[in-house]
């Protein structure tokens, strides 16, 4: 969810708590608040939902400083903290931060550095300020497979990207087709090996609506996604339909991908808890 106002922002987090959700995610982009503060602020206006990072851009930061804000954060929000983090992806944010868009390996390398460095200082008894938990559950967004390895090596929640490269030049970003997210789930499984049943798997979601005409809700879609109708009612990240054939469609991408972490996005709030709703 994006913060506004205080208000607003409060009023979303009491909301979304009161729907069901599990989890509250902030973003981690220029022009946007930022947050570790807003998960804060989340964390006093809610009762249990957990709060993360969705995702930090770590080429913005250095690992020890991240380390200090992540543990302050875990403190103050009484161990509610997921942490997520990505390589960072948008060149237009690190060219106005004056920060240099190195190529994707040295990206993952500092990514790398950084899950390093902030899991070391966590540990480390003499660190303050001391996160509450023990161990901060750590999430890792990417598609890639230098991603997905380190991933499969260092993550506790894996989200697979809902397209299949990142947008360029303004441009919409290619979806991920079902059978693109499927290969890319064989992949982290792959490189899982023994800690496969230790790593949860989670699906940004790129539409969610209660609707009757299922046709209509995807139609808009066609042209810059070049997928048909069908393709389109098959993608994992698109929910579109009744309630019940939104519940069939996430039960069979549990089964089929062993998916059972969804992000819904804050449009989407309202139908989704419709979902959460028929699933309790």
Wanted: hydrophobic content about 45%; proline content about 6%.
């Amino acid at each position: 969810m994006k913060p506004a106002t205080r208000s607003d922002w409060v009023a979303k987090c009491r909301k979304a708590e009161d729907q069901g959700f599990d989890v509250i995610g902030v973003p981690d982009h220029l022009g946007m608040p930022a947050p570790f503060p807003a998960l804060v602020l989340a964390a006093e206006a809610t009762k249990h939902v957990r709060l993360t990072t969705l995702v930090i851009n770590t080429a913005f930061y250095n690992p020890v400083l991240l380390a200090r804000d992540v543990a302050g954060t875990d403190q103050l929000t009484d161990g509610r903290l997921e942490l997520g983090l990505g390589a960072g992806y948008v060149k237009a944010e690190l060219d106005a931060a004056g920060l240099p868009f190195e190529r994707p390996g040295k990206r993952i390398e500092h990514l790398r550095d950084t899950i390093e460095t902030v899991r070391r200082l966590l540990a480390d008894p003499e660190q303050q300020p001391r996160p509450v938990q023990e161990h901060i559950p750590l999430l890792l967004a990417g598609r890639g497979d230098r991603m997905l390895k380190l991933a499969a090596e260092h993550a506790d929640i894996i989200t697979f990207s809902g397209v299949e490269a990142p947008a360029k030049d303004g441009q919409m970003a290619p979806l991920a087709t079902k059978e693109g997210v499927a290969e890319r789930v064989d992949y982290a499984k792959s490189c899982l090996r023994d800690r496969i049943g230790e790593v949860r798997f989670n699906l940004p979601l790129q539409m969610v609506r209660v609707t009757d005409d299922r046709t209509a809700a995807v139609s808009d879609w066609q042209e810059w996604a070049g997928l048909s109708v069908d393709q389109l009612l098959e993608v994992p990240g698109i929910l579109v339909g009744s309630v019940q054939q939104i519940v069939e469609q996430l039960l069979r991408t549990h089964e089929e991908l062993g998916i059972d972490y969804f992000t819904a996005l804050e449009p989407d709030m309202d139908d989704f808890a419709k979902v959460i709703a028929a699933l309790r």
